[in-house]
T-cell receptor, first 113, second 113 residues
Framework: NAGVTQTPKFRVLKTGQSMTLLCAQD?????MYWYRQDPGMGLRLIHY???????AKGEVPDGYNVSRLKKQNFLLGLESAAPSQTSVYFC????????????FGEGSWLTVV | GENVEQHPSTLSVQEGDSAVIKCTYS??????FPWYKQELGKGPQLIID?????GEKKDQRIAVTLNKTAKHFSLHITETQPEDSAVYFC????????????FGTGTRLQVFP
């Protein structure tokens, strides 16, 4: 049982480049999330999904897009990376709404130069 | 919307001492308050949670208290051990139209042997 798996773990991008972070969960969870973690700012929700084929904006959605084509996968895209998007990104999933335990992946370290 | 403040940002204790981390929230309708522990290089992991119909909850050396009137909740770790060293995040469930967790900014706990 792998839980929540993120790829890649580390990536360096040049300003303006695009990339996709991949997230997979094997717990049959309905809800999936993408957070970013920055020093002194805690975990901030970028986008989330309440089920296959659905997506919704979180607290800091600008500059990111997401897709949930399959229940087990949640993709986070950066269309034109900016230095302000240098961060640690966490994917997470939960069985249901925010009153349920959220399970996090191990993080993806992204640097935009 | 919900706002969560967490204090202190860093906390150093001697092994065997107790540690207390405090959080305040703004939305009196919030009803779920989890605590997550993040070890170095890992994703956050739920360690304990409390719902608004309970004032205190314990799990071995960890306890959480909730004061709904004052809108604050606290994490108490007794008999601290070096393996308790980590970053701890509190969170509150936002019950507006988005139903998501709002995280505090984190507390880095160091337990010195």
């Amino acid at each position: 049982n792998a839980g929540v798996t993120q790829t890649p773990k580390f990536r360096v991008l040049k300003t303006g480049q695009s990339m996709t972070l991949l997230c997979a969960q094997d717990m049959n969870h309905e809800y999936m999330y993408w957070y970013r973690q920055d020093p002194g700012m805690g975990l901030r929700l970028i986008h989330y999904s309440v089920g296959e084929g659905t997506t919704a904006k979180g607290e800091v959605p600008d500059g990111y897009n997401v897709s949930r084509l399959k229940k087990q996968n949640f993709l986070l895209g950066l269309e034109s990376a900016a230095p302000s998007q240098t961060s640690v990104y966490f994917c997470a999933s939960s069985r249901g709404s925010a009153g349920n335990t959220i399970y996090f992946g191990e993080g993806s370290w992204l640097t935009v130069v | 919307g919900e706002n969560v403040e967490q204090h202190p940002s860093t906390l150093s204790v001697q092994e065997g001492d107790s540690a207390v981390i405090k959080c305040t929230y703004s939305d009196s309708a919030s009803n779920y308050f989890p605590w997550y522990k993040q070890e170095l290089g890992k994703g956050p992991q739920l360690i304990i949670d409390i719902r608004s119909n309970v004032g205190e909850k314990k799990d071995q050396r960890i306890a959480v208290t909730l004061n709904k009137t004052a809108k604050h909740f606290s994490l108490h770790i007794t008999e601290t051990q070096p393996e308790d060293s980590a970053v701890y995040f509190c969170a509150a469930r936002s019950v507006d139209n988005t139903d998501k967790l709002i995280f505090g900014t984190g507390t880095r706990l160091q337990v010195f042997p």
